[in-house]
């Protein structure tokens, strides 16, 4: 249980172009959802906070209009990397936290490789 | 400031060796507390979580890790490294909703 998937696992697309990636709890419903960049060798790091039905909340020096997220339902929620640059390469991965949960533990998906050129 | 410290960027062990990877956090009060593990590119994987109650939690791929209050430390321990275990691990809190991460330890296996 508690398995969570991103769409696409791979991406590589131009610069300038924008790129959507889905994270989908596949057994539980997520009130809260979280988004983290990972750089080469480097610790996750939360980009932002989702809410069902809300706007998302963002870390200190992420560009809002830049990453975009929506959390429509209690088992999807997507980021869009608009207007992508090559910096924006990385790897993104999200988390889910369940409905319910006392112990705020978050279950992860396999991440998505974005690759700008 | 809360945070999640692990010490040791990289680790390197022989196989068969016996491993321990330390992390210590700074918290208001006592975080849960994950090990995960990372292989490259891919997401994470969790080893073994504290939330309370006994202090020596066993978790996957026999892995062990113990919460010491008074060291404000939850190190992982493995008893004999596999060549398989040669992964990134990072050591979490959490306390609210956030999580917080160590900047992972880099464990090399050598045969």
């Known amino acids: 249980g508690a398995v969570v998937s991103q769409h696409p696992s791979r991406v590589i697309c131009k610069s300038g172009t924008s790129v959507k990636i889905e994270c989908r709890s596949l057994?539980?419903?997520?009130?809260?959802m979280f988004w983290y960049r990972q750089f080469p060798k480097q610790s996750l790091m939360l980009m932002a906070t989702?809410?069902?039905?809300?706007?998302?909340?963002?870390e200190q020096g992420v560009e809002k209009d830049k990453f975009l997220i929506n959390h429509a339902s209690l088992t999807l929620s997507t980021l869009t990397v608009t207007s992508a640059h090559p910096e924006d390469s990385s790897f993104y991965i999200c988390?889910?936290?369940?409905?319910?949960?006392?112990?705020?533990?978050?279950?992860f998906g396999p991440g998505t490789r974005l690759t700008v050129l | 400031a809360q945070s999640v410290t692990q010490p040791d960027i990289h680790i390197t062990v022989s196989e068969g060796a016996s491993l321990e990877l330390r992390c210590n956090y700074s918290?208001?009060?006592?975080?849960?507390l994950f090990w995960y593990v990372q292989s490259p590119g891919q997401g994470l994987q969790l080893l073994l979580k504290?939330?309370?109650?006994?202090?020596l939690v066993q978790g996957i791929k026999g892995f062990e890790a113990e919460f010491k209050r008074s060291q404000s430390s939850f190190n992982l321990r493995k008893p004999s490294v596999h060549w398989s275990d040669a992964a990134e691990y990072f050591c979490a809190a959490s306390g609210t909703y956030k999580y917080i991460f160590g900047t992972g330890t880099r464990l090399k296996v050598l045969a």
């Open positions: 504290y939330f309370s109650g006994d202090t």
């Open positions: 988390s889910a936290d369940p409905v319910g949960s006392i112990y705020n533990e978050q279950f």
């Open positions: 918290y208001g009060a006592t975080p849960y």
């Open positions: 057994d539980f419903q997520a009130t809260t």
């Open positions: 989702s809410n069902e039905g809300s706007k998302a909340t963002y």
